[in-house]
């Protein structure tokens, strides 16, 4: 049974691009602990809604509460700071530089010390880096990542790179993480290896994960719950067999 206090609220979420309304009067609520995933056909407005949340873009309209604290004002750079990592639909990592840098990358938000502390490299700075490359390397043993760890990223295996950027959200030690199509670009066999990292996230960690995603295998594999938005708003929530099974939703992806 879901706890009936979610982590995250989204009430009445409206946001508009010139004429093009994106989201529409979207409520979701996403409760801790669980694997969501946002399904719906083209344009529904699910990496729309997952930018707003993110504070990409402003919404026009709406709520978006984490533990009733409204994330609407925050700024984008701040949003690590409130337990919120995500991923990108095409992956954003620093291409020359290695898996390792690009992890240290997401420790930036626990950066340590007034920047004259850090030329001088205080002891506190010293002490604050130890952390950072102690939580790196421990997702990098998570993530079964240590081959690449001196590589460069753009040297990497498609496939690889995902689990990199997955990586890098994870070394900011969120609550909840996003994550944008997941599955897109990876094979049948990676997108299962995938579903078990989700699993292990949700599981070992303790991260509450919403995900966007086309893949039903991977959806019908992990998601302990169903959203499809169509048209900016939820059409109908359920489990992945509910949701499937929905004349609504068929009728929304042939377009009828
Ligand atoms: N930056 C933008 N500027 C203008 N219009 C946008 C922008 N981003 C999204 N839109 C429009 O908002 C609507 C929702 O798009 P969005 O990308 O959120 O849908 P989606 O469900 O993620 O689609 P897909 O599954 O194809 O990624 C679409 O009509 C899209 O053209």
């Given at each position: ?34 694997v969501l995933a946002?399904i ?176 039903m295998s991977l959806v019908s594999a992990v998601a302990d719950r169903v959203i499809c ?7 109908s929530q359920g489990t992945p067999e509910q949701v499937q099974r929905d004349p609504a939703v068929i ?6």
């Amino acid at each position: 049974m879901l706890a009936s206090n979610p982590l995250l609220k989204v009430r009445d979420l409206t946001l508009t691009f010139g004429g093009v309304r994106a989201i529409s009067g979207l409520n979701l609520d996403v409760h801790a602990g669980e694997v969501l995933a946002i399904i719906g056909p083209n344009g529904a407005g699910k990496t729309s809604m997952l930018n707003a949340i993110t504070r990409v873009f402003d919404a026009s309209g709406g709520q978006i509460l984490l533990k009733e604290q409204d994330l609407a004002s925050v700024p984008r750079h701040r949003i690590a700071q409130y337990g919120i990592a995500r991923t990108f639909q095409n992956i954003e990592l620093f291409d020359a530089a290695t898996v390792m840098d690009n992890l240290l990358l997401g420790r930036h938000r626990f950066r340590h010390g007034r920047w004259w502390q850090q030329v001088l490299r205080t002891p506190s700075v010293t002490r604050h880096e130890e952390v950072a490359r102690a939580q790196v390397e421990s997702v990098i043993e998570f993530l079964e990542l240590s081959a690449w760890r001196n590589s460069p990223v753009a040297s990497l295996p498609y496939g690889v790179r995902k689990i990199v950027e997955l990586g890098r959200a994870l070394c900011t030690q969120p609550e909840l993480l996003f994550l944008d199509e997941p599955a897109s670009g990876l094979n049948p066999e990676e997108t299962r290896e995938l579903a078990f990292w989700i699993d292990d996230i949700r599981t070992d960690l303790g991260i509450t994960v919403v995900m966007v995603e086309h893949d039903m295998s991977l959806v019908s594999a992990v998601a302990d719950r169903v959203i499809c938005m169509a048209q900016g708003a939820v059409l109908s929530q359920g489990t992945p067999e509910q949701v499937q099974r929905d004349p609504a939703v068929i009728s929304a992806y042939l377009g009828t």
